[in-house]
């Protein structure tokens, strides 16, 4: 995973409450199995209007010089877990989304792609929203925006040291708890053997 | 001995603490995870590149639902893309070790019809998907929750997931439902109470005595929608009515081994005096038939009200809300719900398609037809589902009323195959999202009870259920 330290970029805005992920990742496009090159898919329906296009919509495909923070309505991603929501937004480059919510799954998938996901009070968010430019700055918690006083956001110490490092989960879940994980399943098969059988 | 009374989240939690690293951070076991063709291919391209296997095989069932064509089952897949999403995870499957359910066989069905059918689910374990409705399988006292693919692959390498522990909301539901409202009622009222984030970060526990009243279809119904109010975890406590239901099934516990499940599964209600962080009451007494106005499941009114007038709804978000979903269904502010005109109607996905739905549908279709320029389709949840309603006679029930009757799949819930609704086209819903374009672009979704959608059907208007129910 690409890790995130500090970023300094323009700011997309979409200001809807309740983007789900059907509207950030339509489900036809949910048949293709990559997971690279997503982007052209983001937002597909609703950067359209009878088929076509809008221009300047804030997240677009293509973007010479594209947007890598975005500010965006509360409970952002709500709605169905597919992760390719986060990879289409990784795809057209957006490393950071601050809102006053989030749906969780969407949340947690964004961690897996080095997608860091930040909860700011609304208030906050309006005030951001004028910057233009804003400078988020992981390890010391920090948003700096020209003319606004900084500001700093709670993330949880694991996820923030695994976006620092680039870490992947399934790795550094096997390296870490591997004595764990077996000592706790040699309990459960005593317990409950029959959850360690198939009968299909 | 615990000192301190516990709920029954609390007891799944902590049964499942591989490592508890501080600030309610914990590493859990999974006990069980259900595959399906859409949210794993890049899972098992990650276990690939790492060079990982599959830790426990038999930890694992995968099945195909979402892309599936619910016609010409066994014939030739016509979308080459469905066709190779399929043939991926059977592939897949093979290479990993994993169980997959064939295609054609008669326990192929959506992911969260046959977890439980099988018994594959059970009161006391963990259970994830990659699927948001994954909360169903709570209706049986399981911590059960949706997961992104990147999830799925790593509980497919460790059998386990780091998590935060969730608070905790009690929705008690007191009261009996009045006839022709039931379990979809009741979650929708919830999730209109709650809005679309009231539940994030919680729990929810769904209790009370018309909850303990319930079947477990019902119970699933109830459960399956959670995510709609912004909580990946509903539960139900295991009782009578559960392990009546599981017991004899495939993968449910035997002999000694059931006996011995059962003593601990009678252990994990919540202790009386459990303390929740939030509760919610709710009078089912109360509650008349529901329908979705707008374009999220919390938009959502009796069938005798009206469409709301967005200044009404709160918040300037809100407000806002209201106004583009109002827009997008094509309403009326103070239009009246009840005679609003369909064009579809769809009955199925994994909130209402068990048997106990079709017969609730199938009662009201009975005798009557599909009103004139409507297509209804009826898509049972499983294999198993199909013929027990053809043993029952529903199908040829559905078939003469003129509703058309399919193969099992997520279908129209999801829109992924060619059940597609047109631009602009009015569908009476038993599926669990009304989201913008979630049935097709432009498409415009009511959600409401397999009964209500049915009458909307031989209607083709909105319709109040009492009205036809006999």
């Known amino acids: ?200 | 001995m615990h000192a301190s009374p516990r709920t029954l989240y609390d007891k799944l939690w902590s049964s499942h603490v591989v490592q508890d690293e501080g600030d309610g951070v914990c590493v859990i076991y999974v006990d069980r995870h259900l595959l399906h063709e859409v949210s794993t291919p890049q899972a098992f391209e990650g276990l690939r590149a790492k060079g990982l296997p599959v830790r426990r095989p038999e930890s694992h069932l995968a099945v195909v639902d979402h892309a599936i064509p619910t016609r010409n089952r066994g014939g030739p897949i016509d979308d080459p893309q469905a066709a190779a999403q399929i043939a991926l995870l059977e592939a897949n499957c093979r290479e990993f070790g994993i169980d997959l359910i064939p295609v054609q066989d008669v326990r192929q069905g959506i992911v969260h019809v046959i977890g439980p059918e099988l018994g594959f689910t059970e009161p006391g374990i963990t259970l994830v998907c990659g699927d948001s409705h994954t909360a169903t399988h709570g209706a049986f006292g399981a911590l059960a929750f949706g997961i992104g693919a990147s999830e799925c692959e790593s509980v497919m390498a460790t059998n386990v997931l780091r998590q935060t522990r969730a608070k905790t909301l009690l929705v008690r539901v007191t009261g009996g439902f009045a006839p022709a409202v039931g379990a979809k009622d009741l979650i929708l009222t919830i999730i209109g109470r709650l809005g679309g984030s009231g539940a994030v970060g919680y729990a929810i526990e769904y209790a009370g005595p018309a909850i303990a009243a319930m079947s477990m279809a019902e119970r699933m119904t109830v459960c399956n929608m959670t995510i709609e109010a912004g909580s990946r975890t509903g539960l139900v406590a295991p009782d009578e009515t559960t392990f009546a239901w599981l017991e004899g099934r495939p993968f449910a516990p035997r002999g000694a081994d059931w006996d011995r499940a059962i003593a601990g599964w009678r252990a994990l209600p919540s202790d009386p005096g459990a303390v929740f962080d939030r509760t919610l009451e709710i009078d089912a007494s109360a509650l008349a038939p529901q329908v979705t106005w707008g374009s999220s499941p919390d938009q959502v009114a009796a069938i005798g009200d009206r469409v709301p007038d967005p200044a009404a709804q709160g918040s300037e978000a809100a407000q806002q809300k209201a106004t583009r979903a109002i827009d997008y269904m094509g309403l009326t502010v103070g239009g009246a719900l009840e005679g609003i005109a369909i064009d579809k109607v769809f009955i199925g996905s994994c909130t209402n398609s068990r048997i106990e739905d079709l017969r609730a549908a199938a009662r009201i279709a009975e005798g009557r037809h599909v009103a004139s320029g409507v297509g209804a389709i009826v898509v049972p949840g499983s294999g198993q589902v199909k013929r027990q309603a053809e043993a029952e006679g529903l199908d040829r029930i559905f078939l003469a009323a003129g509703f058309e009757w399919r193969e099992p799949g997520c279908s129209l819930c999801v829109a992924m195959n060619d059940d597609r609704l047109q631009p602009g086209e009015r569908c009476a819903s038993t599926s669990n999202r009304n989201f913008e374009g979630r049935q097709g672009p432009g498409a415009r979704t009511h959600l409401m009870s397999p009964a209500m959608a049915a009458a909307a059907a031989v209607t083709g208007r909105l319709t109040d259920v009492r009205k036809l129910a006999t």
Not at chain 1, 108 to 127: E, H, Y
């Open chain 1, 1 to 200: 995973m690409e890790p995130l330290v500090t970023l300094t970029s323009r700011l997309a805005v979409i200001p809807d409450a309740d983007i789900d992920t059907d509207i950030i990742f339509p489900a036809r496009f949910l048949l293709l199995t990559v997971k690279k090159g997503l982007g052209r898919y983001a937002f597909h329906d609703k950067r359209r209007v009878g088929g076509v296009e809008i221009a300047g919509f804030p997240l677009a495909p293509g973007a010479a010089d594209p947007a890598r923070i975005l500010i965006t309505g509360p409970n952002f991603g709500c709605g169905s877990s597919r992760e390719q929501a986060v990879w289409a937004l990784h795809d057209l480059g957006v490393r950071v989304i601050l809102a006053a919510s989030f749906g969780e799954i969407f949340r947690s998938n964004c961690f897996k792609s080095g997608v860091l996901p930040i909860i700011l009070p609304q208030a906050d968010l309006d005030r951001l929203l004028a910057a233009g430019t804003l400078t988020v700055d992981l390890a010391h918690q920090r948003i700096e925006a020209p003319g606004v006083t900084p500001l700093t956001f709670e993330i949880e110490d694991w996820r923030r040291e695994a976006l620092l490092n680039g870490w992947d989960d399934v790795l550094i879940l096997l390296k870490t708890q591997g004595d764990a994980i077996a000592s706790f399943e040699a309990g459960r098969r005593a317990e409950a053997p029959w959850l360690f059988t198939t009968t299909l």
